[in-house]
């Protein structure tokens, strides 16, 4: 979310709910940041469209 994608969470559970949606309260650092990054194959789920 910090770097603008869309997080699409899904769950039934009440409890659940409430924890994914409590998503504003930390920030990743640098390094985080750059594992995640290093997982970029250059692939998509689905096609961008203009």
Avoid: A
């Avoid at 994608?5 to 390094?31: A, C, G, M, Y």
Wanted: glycine content about 8%; proline content about 4%.
């Amino acid at each position: 979310m910090e770097r603008g994608h869309v997080v699409i969470p899904k769950s039934v559970t009440k409890s659940r709910i409430l924890e994914n949606s409590q998503v504003f309260d930390f920030k990743l650092d640098k390094e985080d940041i750059e594992y995640i990054d290093s997982f970029d194959i250059g692939g998509r789920i689905c096609p961008m469209t203009g």
